[in-house]
């Protein structure tokens, strides 16, 4: 008898727990992404930069059909992807001399530039394992904590509405 009383009290306790934490999380838990600065002024000038060097990688848009062990198309490819990286990094060096307002973007937009120099590495090997190759390689971007580098870059920018900013989807030949 004790023990089934036992049963259906602490049954009864895990349920109500459960219950509690589900009346925080959609209740009373803060809704503020830890990713999200609160500096608006410096949001909008890191995307006009990031709108400057997506419109120089668009300029770059070369639709013509090639195939994939046409190493001189390849080569092609590669120089525009140096152009591309280029606009890009230009645009990461002008929001990196423009620190944020606020404390959180001081903490958090210096990692953010980092991981995008990372990505523009990543991007500038490609590059020239593109023009030296004889059938198309496969862009290999760095990884931190198993998670792809540009994930982590444009899950920063979207989530403080710099969409301009996210990476690039260029690289596809």
Known sequence: MFLKTFTRVLLTAIC???AGMWVYAFGFAPRESFNKINDAAWQARAQAHCKVAEDIRFSF???TPMKVDDSSALKTKGKLVEAATDALENAINLIAADKPADAKGQELVPRWIADYRTYIADRRTFAKVL???LTRPFFAESEVEGVPISERISKFARENNMKTCQTPYDLSV
């Open 16 to 18: 109500l727990l459960i």
């Open 61 to 63: 848009q070369d639709l």
């Open 131 to 133: 023009q030296s190759a």
